[in-house]
Each structure stands twice: as structure tokens, then as C-alpha cells.
């Protein structure tokens, strides 16, 4: 299995909202796309990068815009990033809300990713750097990402900053145009990494909001940091299942498909590090069971159908196997922990 990044759904932005606002359909580009549509009501799901990839590249055709990403981006925030958002730009000056972005998001928002910030001179380059090897629609997520760390700095050095230039490698200089228009600032190209360049002093800016930020309780940091390591393949198939669950039940075919492996060579390599699909799927619906037992107030027999379950009392006796209880019991316990939102 090649390497593979994963990001989260969150880092789509206002996806829906461009599309539309443009006359596209966003179920017809998920369906083209091979992703659920459910994603949009689920930003801390994770997805491979390769297929976050992909759907921009396809929403671009979807729209007849080739810079439909970074035309995406100028209605990005760092507030539509969760809890990743929050803890970069609680930092108390613009140095370290950097370092903090380039330190934590390969664990809470999108691996096989790497923020570097080099000195030349009098300007400061903070690159956007992919170890990830998929290809298709690459251009497309480097707009967007480009985009995202100018609304970091703009969070210290205000809305309307732009950075003295932008890079975007190996973007077809026949757009080089197009992008520096929307981007409002000069735009190179080339084979570097995509970065944005600016003038080193603002790195001692200070953060205007840091007296209104609660901060981070440990439980929101905690449950975050769960992106699997790019070459574990349980975390791998168990992203790919999850993936698939917002939308039905996943079948080891579906999920070979993804995976890329043969189904054999998957039932091999689970089975050897003690593990089968079964264990996996069993997992996934445990999980997801649970989130939305907490998180919602559906009908059980709403979660059993979005469990892909034919009959709530299946659901019913299968929760009761992995927890003891029933799911109405096991939320009745919860609502008087007073832990249900």
C-alpha cells in the first residue's frame, strides 16, 4: 500500500454554498466524486486525501472553473477548522501560532503534510509541503491551502492582509493570471512548494483576541488526535469504512475497491496482525453507534437505518452484545451523567 494522507472534511470549507452559488449541483458532484454527500454534516470525519483531492477536481469540471479552489478559498476561515482552528490562532503572537499549526496538524487535521517556515532575508516563506503521491486535483488543494494559512496570519495582522506573494508549484502558468486576481497579490510558479512570503517582522505580531479565547478544554484536544499513521492499514480500512457508513453499509468489495488491494492480500495482511474486515466493521459501527447516541436526539430506529441495520431490535441486540445494555438504556445512563450535549 502506498502511503496515504488523510484529512478532514472540515478543510472543504463552504463547499456546498460555492457550488450552488455558482449553479452546480453538490450531490451531483459527491456522486462523481464517490463520496457521500453526508460529509458536509460531518466535518471531523476523516477522508484520504487522495479522494479529498479528487473532488475538488471534480466540483472544478462540475463548474467549468479551473481556479474554482482558490475562489473556494476567500470564503474560508479558520473557524470552520474545529478544534485545529481554535488551539493555531489562541496563540499569543503570530510566531508561534505557526509553529503551532505546522507542529499539530499532521495529528489533528491532515497528515502526510508538512508546514516550513525558511528565512530569506527580510522575508519570512511558509511552504505547504505533501508527502502524499496522488496527483489528480493536487493544484486544486494547494489553492485552498494556500488560502488557509493567509487566514492565519489575517487573524493577527488583520482581514484585509495578503502576503507579498504566493508560489504555486507546477500551476500552469496560462492561470498564473487568474489565481494572483482572486488572490489580490503577485503569484509565482514553478516546481518549489506552494507558500506564501511575507515580511519577517509581522512574526512578533500580537494576538488582538487573546483576552476573549476560553481555551481548550483536555476532552476537545483529546478526541482530535486520532489521524492513523499513513502506512497503518487497519487505521487505513477503518477510515475507508467510516467514510462509507455515512452514506450505507460497507462490504469488503466496496472497501477493496478503495483500498486499492487485492482482497486477498487484505484479508492477509489483517490477518497478520490479528485482525479481520469483521473486526473492523464491528468497530466502526460501535463507534459510530455511540456518536450518535450521544450527539443526536434520532429515534433508535433511525440510527439502526443509518447503521444499515433492517431492523432496529438487530441493532438493538447487537449494541446490547458490545456494551452490556440496550442503546435506550445505555443513553438513559448517559443523560443522567449529564453528559449528553
Not at 100 to 109: E, N, W
Not at 208 to 223: C, I, N, Y
Not at 254 to 268: M, N
Request: with cysteine; glycine share 8%; aromatic share 6%.
Amino acid at each position: 500500500m502506498q502511503q496515504t494522507g488523510y484529512t478532514r472534511a472540515s478543510t472543504l470549507g463552504p463547499i456546498a454554498r460555492v457550488v450552488l452559488a455558482a449553479g452546480g449541483s453538490i450531490e451531483r458532484v459527491f456522486r462523481r466524486a464517490d463520496l457521500p454527500v453526508a460529509l458536509l454534516e460531518s466535518p471531523d470525519t476523516l477522508l484520504p486525501l487522495r479522494d479529498h483531492f479528487r473532488l475538488l477536481m471534480v466540483t472544478s469540471r462540475e463548474l467549468h472553473d479551473e481556479v474554482f479552489a482558490a475562489r473556494l478559498g476567500r470564503q474560508t476561515s479558520m473557524a470552520g477548522l474545529g478544534v485545529f482552528g481554535r488551539w493555531v490562532t489562541q496563540a499569543p503572537t503570530l510566531l508561534e501560532a505557526i509553529q503551532r499549526a505546522g507542529t499539530s496538524l499532521p495529528h489533528m487535521l491532515q497528515n502526510a503534510t508538512q508546514l516550513v517556515v525558511r528565512r530569506d532575508g527580510s522575508d519570512i516563506h511558509w511552504s505547504y509541503e505533501l508527502a502524499d503521491p496522488a496527483r489528480d486535483g493536487r493544484q486544486q488543494n494547494e489553492m485552498l491551502a494556500i488560502w488557509y494559512m493567509i487566514a492565519v496570519v489575517r487573524h493577527f495582522a488583520g482581514a484585509c492582509w495578503l502576503p507579498n506573494r504566493i508560489v504555486l508549484g507546477d500551476l500552469p502558468n496560462r492561470l498564473r493570471c487568474s489565481v494572483g486576481d482572486l488572490m489580490g497579490t503577485d503569484t509565482a510558479v514553478g516546481n518549489a512548494a506552494s507558500a506564501i512570503v511575507f515580511d519577517r517582522r509581522l512574526l512578533t505580531t500580537v494576538n488582538p483576541g487573546l483576552e476573549q479565547d476560553d481555551g481548550l478544554s483536555a476532552s476537545e484536544l483529546g478526541r482530535i488526535f486520532d489521524l492513523p499513521d499513513p502506512e497503518d492499514l487497519p487505521g487505513h480500512l477503518s477510515v475507508l469504512i467510516e467514510l462509507e457508513l455515512l452514506d450505507r453499509r460497507p462490504t469488503l468489495s466496496r472497501i477493496e475497491g478503495r483500498s486499492g488491494l487485492a482482497r486477498r492480500t487484505l484479508q492477509r495482511k489483517l490477518s497478520d496482525v490479528g485482525l479481520s474486515y469483521s473486526d473492523l466493521l464491528r468497530n466502526a459501527l460501535q463507534r459510530r453507534a455511540v456518536r450518535l447516541l450521544c450527539q443526536t436526539d434520532r429515534s433508535i430506529g433511525d440510527i439502526a437505518s443509518m447503521l444499515g441495520y433492517d431492523d432496529p431490535a438487530h441493532f438493538s441486540r447487537a449494541f446490547e452484545r458490545w456494551s452490556g445494555v440496550p442503546p435506550t438504556r445505555w443513553r438513559r445512563l448517559l443523560e443522567s451523567r449529564g453528559r449528553m450535549p
